[in-house]
């Protein structure tokens, strides 16, 4: 594999990996920048994906042999010293391993409705608009083997690298939609046989007591506002009890105490 | 009370305040910074901890009148426009709210443990250094009523401001003390008829066939090198089934799984 070695930061052949951050805010069309090895590898696993370029601190060949063995031979590796590349960046990468990848396609959320399997669990996210939350929340999807996550309109975007690199590859593993219309998505799930439930701190039953249906999808919101009252009135609604007088769990801690829960993984 | 109006962000009244970033670096000698109402409120009900003074965005102060009747009468209330507000932290303060507090005493390991409950549920940090990390764990323990936690020195400080900031006041809610020598902690905790057991990806036993004893010392560690072999080696290990081929869970994911399964809370 040939390596590509950057010496000016305007390098065009690496245009797509400048001034990140504010990039970050724009959007991208589909393309996105993700960090790291096990990031890398994961999206390298991943059939719903393709890599497109590859920006690496020199320091960092050598360890990564057996990633950059595993990368199609068309891909290019760009490589560059620290002060070049943090100047591409615009920050200090300290990983060392920037990777600019695109979504083959966006399934809607009937699509992935449709290709769900028979035994299912799924999330639906609601006004989740923190990257943290969305890519902790990933991070634990994957982990659990949820079939899919549907965010509505108001979710920021999974493939924020940020979301990314907190989901340490998880929305590279775990398929997932968007959808604007709550109401007509309810309806769909009804349609397949998918009950839905939603987490609540106001949930009318503890966690631990809920018989899981065969085809499930759990709803998160937001940790302020929670599910609006009018959504949660249209399922059963879960509750995490917790010590009296202390705020609340953040929605990533109860993504992973719920999944825990009701995934099959590990039984 | 009196509010006293801050123009010039050199007043030597608002010094503490000055340049937080820079001085989260290098520690405060007891002193802390926390940010926003919610904190603020748990760090009023702390009786481990004082408030010693605050700095307030003007626009701030209305929408904090219970609050601020509750501090008591003679803590220095600071407000200030956004821009000398921002020119005094050294940087955007978006919730508009700053306290500076100090902890009562520092309580040594052995002084906590010798003021468990009979029953009693502790979590034991070993090497976590992220404070994104540090902050999830102590919201979590505040949760589910853990009754201490322990940190061994390589552990961040739980008062750093982000670490606070994340765990939602919870830091001010759990008792907790470091110590520097792991076997003789692991010593004390025998000496006690605390049960530690360790929560690995590698452990023995799965956590839903764990019988909790109940006096119990939860052990997590790093998610990269995770906790050393020689020390779980000491003791039960527990894990958390994932999906096979995914990297692992976040340690804080890891302790909410773990807590809920073991607290009492909620039982």
């Known amino acids: 594999m040939e390596l590509i070695r950057v010496i ?3 390098d065009p052949r690496v245009a797509a990996f400048r001034d990140i951050r504010e990039r970050d805010l724009v959007g991208r069309q589909g393309l996105f920048v993700a960090e790291g090895k096990v990031v890398l590898n994961v999206l390298l696993g991943a059939p719903d994906y393709e890599l497109q370029s590859v920006l690496l601190l020199e320091s960092r060949v050598a360890g990564l042999s057996e990633t950059l063995a595993r990368l199609p031979a068309e891909i290019p590796v760009h490589v ?5 590349m943090n100047a591409i960046a615009g920050f200090h990468i300290h ?4 990777a600019l990848g695109r979504r083959r396609g966006v399934p809607t959320a009937a699509d992935l409705l449709a ?5 299912t669990l799924a999330l639906v996210l609601v006004g989740l608009s923190n990257h943290d939350n969305i890519g902790s929340i990933f991070r634990n999807a994957a982990a659990f083997g949820v079939d899919a996550v549907f965010a509505d309109a108001s979710c920021c975007d999974p493939l924020y690298r940020k979301a990314i690199r907190v989901s340490v590859g998880g929305v590279f593993r775990v398929s997932f939609a968007r959808f604007d219309d709550m109401g007509g998505f309810v309806d769909a799930l009804a349609a397949k046989g998918i009950e839905p439930a939603a987490l609540s701190p106001r949930g009318e039953t503890e966690i631990g007591a809920f018989d899981r249906p065969g085809r499930l999808a759990l709803f998160l919101g937001t940790e302020g506002e929670g599910l609006p009252e009018t959504l949660m009135a249209r399922m059963r609604t879960l509750r995490i009890a917790i010590a009296p007088g202390f705020d609340s769990l953040n929605v990533a801690a109860t993504s992973a105490i719920a999944l825990h829960r009701l995934a099959d993984v590990g039984r």
Do not use: K, Q, S
């Open 95 to 98: 990983r060392g391993i920037l």
């Open 115 to 119: 290709a769900l399997p028979r035994r």
């Open 8 to 10: 000016d930061p305007h």
């Open 80 to 84: 560059a010293t620290a002060e070049v």
